[in-house]
């Protein structure tokens, strides 16, 4: 069974630090990229961070670069983000995804999603 599972969300300063751990079972760790995604009450998903399975490049978005660094795990076959310097808009429920980082869209497998509440 395919499972993705985050944990690290809570409520946090702005300032603050966390740092998410996506754990991954059920499938060949190695042959995917994994992406951070997050949403906020009413708005749409968006793609965080990603690092890839193929050479550990690394992508973020432009609202989190400089705060948020993506690693990954190969031997526990766990993706952490660390975040940094948290906004309240970093507000979301965060999840991981494991798939292609040049396809968001078209992801693979999902998580749950843990819950990132930054107060101002």
């Known amino acids: 069974e395919v499972q993705l599972v985050e944990s690290g969300g809570g409520l946090v300063q702005a300032g603050g630090s966390l740092r998410l751990s996506c754990a991954a079972s059920?499938?060949?760790?190695?042959?995917?990229?994994i992406g951070w995604f997050r949403q906020a009450p009413g708005k749409e998903r968006e793609g965080v961070s990603c690092?890839?399975?193929?050479?550990?490049?690394?992508y973020y978005a432009d609202s989190v670069k400089g705060r948020f660094t993506i690693s990954s795990d190969n031997a526990k076959n766990t993706v952490y983000l660390q975040m940094n310097s948290l906004k309240p808009e970093d507000t979301a429920v965060y999840y991981c995804?494991?798939?292609?980082?040049?396809?968001?869209?078209?992801?693979?497998?999902w998580g749950k999603g843990t819950l990132v509440t930054v107060s101002s």
């Open positions: 690092i890839s399975s193929s050479d550990g490049s690394t």
């Open positions: 059920g499938f060949t760790f190695d042959d995917y990229a």
């Open positions: 995804a494991a798939g292609d980082c040049s396809d968001y869209d078209g992801m693979d497998y």
